[in-house]
């Protein structure tokens, strides 16, 4: 074929991870958002849905050991990351077969725990291989916007999920609803399947092509230059604020939003399907100005800036919602709450996430970025696993009072985080390996 590869184009770059983002979106709009939401209307009680939320944030952790192993082990002439992501849409196809055959999930929820493990577990690791390969392909000048289109379209795939998914649930069956998911994912599966890394690569295993030499030089073939190399970087100040600040939004916002589903629908008379459409009509609205503005702003305004008004405003929002408890009933301002929350979350999302990414070396980036994004994920389990015990021990107004009080904490690491000073460290450690490189060649 004489598609041009992500290497050589800029738009296709673009194009393959809003794919990419939009197809991690599908499983986790009905798993993060519309089964819990589902689960609340049901009847099951906070710990029962926290215990499932616990399940589908777990295998988020173990990218710390996928992300390593996808930068030491790969199929070169198909591309260093990409048989990965192949790997991993088929682990989703599969995984999305397997939960849609769990038998009465809602009177057999340890069995639907595990598929949603194993479900959760194969979206992990297309997560790292998407990660790793934008990492890899992504020049430094567009990662900004770049984020801005892969936070945006996972937005949307999550909304879409949300509003097929809990209309077929409805409608149909958990079975009929998850199925269509994967149908989806088979769809989209082709975009990967037909854009090479590199020109020249082979498109799959049977078919003609070669390994690049760019990708050839790039791979890392030894466990100890991977290994020490992350302990340098990771030994930087700096880069442990970056795993803090990704530790604590990550888990406020899984306590925040597992929260919200049960809030509502237990306190405002909504049901799932209800939650589900405003929720994926917020996801549409901070999709799209992800992938418009996201970037943007951040490019134009800088990061720390913008941040720190998306925090303000989401802890101001969540502030009014607490003292103001006679707007609960209100349906117009608990969706316009959502619809605004979703909003800035997406835009502070792609900002601490711009960081991370920036905050890398390049020497062992992919595993460097997904490392990052694995303590996010620790810090979703983290949120979620606090939702049992808050609630179940305090009164909503506190319970909220607990996310505004874990962006606090992470408006203070923003504020002492020095990102001029962890790229000249991470110059000077790039340069110190460089020489020894040279006089290891010379």
């Not at 696993?385 to 305090?394: Q, S, T």
């Not at 203070?412 to 001029?420: E, M």
Request: glycine share 8%; proline share 4%; aromatic share 14%.
């Amino acid at each position: 074929m004489n598609i041009p590869a992500l290497s050589t184009s800029a738009f296709l770059r673009y194009f393959n991870f809003i794919v990419l983002y939009f197809v991690e979106g599908l499983p986790q709009g009905m798993i993060f958002i519309g089964i819990p939401a589902w689960l609340a209307t049901e009847g099951k009680s906070v710990s029962e849905i926290g215990s499932f939320a616990v399940a589908c944030s777990l295998p988020w952790t173990f990218k710390f050991v996928v992300a390593p192993l996808m930068d030491r082990y790969t199929y070169l002439p198909m591309g260093r990351k990409r048989p990965w992501v192949l790997l991993s849409h088929l682990g989703l196809i599969l995984s999305l077969i397997g939960i849609a055959f769990v038998p009465d999930p809602l009177n057999n929820l340890q069995t639907l725990n595990i598929a949603a493990f194993i479900l959760s577990s194969c979206g992990a690791i297309q997560d790292a291989a998407g990660d790793a390969m934008a990492v890899d392909v992504i020049p430094d000048d567009q990662q900004a916007r770049a984020n801005g289109y892969m936070q945006g379209s996972r937005m949307l795939g999550s909304s879409l999920a949300l509003v097929l998914g809990s209309w077929a649930l409805n409608q149909y069956s958990f079975k009929i609803a998850m199925l269509l998911i994967c149908v989806l994912v088979i769809i989209l599966t082709f975009v990967p399947l037909l854009l090479r890394e590199k020109q020249g690569e082979k498109i799959l295993p049977f078919t003609y092509g070669k390994s690049s030499p760019a990708s050839a030089e790039m791979q890392i073939s030894s466990w100890p230059v991977i290994l020490k190399a992350l302990f340098e970087v990771f030994s930087l100040r700096n880069s442990i604020l970056v795993v803090l600040l990704v530790f604590i939004t990550q888990g406020a916002y899984n306590f925040f939003e597992h929260l919200l589903p049960i809030f509502t629908v237990k306190n405002t008379g909504w049901t799932n399907v209800n939650y589900s459409q405003i929720f994926a009509t917020a996801d549409i609205i901070g999709g799209v100005g992800g992938i418009v503005l996201g970037g943007f702003l951040i490019e134009k305004f800088g990061k720390k800036t913008m941040i720190n008004i998306y925090f303000g405003v989401i802890a101001g929002l969540t502030l009014t919602l607490i003292f103001i408890k006679t707007l609960w009933s209100n349906t117009m301002f608990m969706d316009g709450f959502i619809i605004t929350y979703r909003l800035f979350n997406a835009f502070a999302k792609i900002g601490v996430f711009a960081i991370a990414m920036q905050c890398c070396s390049r020497n062992v980036s992919a595993s460097q970025f997904t490392l990052y994004m694995t303590f996010g994920a620790t810090g979703s389990i983290a949120g979620a696993a606090l939702i049992g015990p808050i609630k179940d021990n305090f009164s909503w107004e506190i319970s909220f009072l607990f996310f505004v009080g874990f962006l606090a904490v992470a408006w203070f690491i923003l504020k002492i985080l020095n990102i001029d000073q962890q790229i000249g460290k991470i110059n000077d450690l790039e340069k110190k390996h460089s020489e020894k490189e040279l006089l290891k060649t010379g």
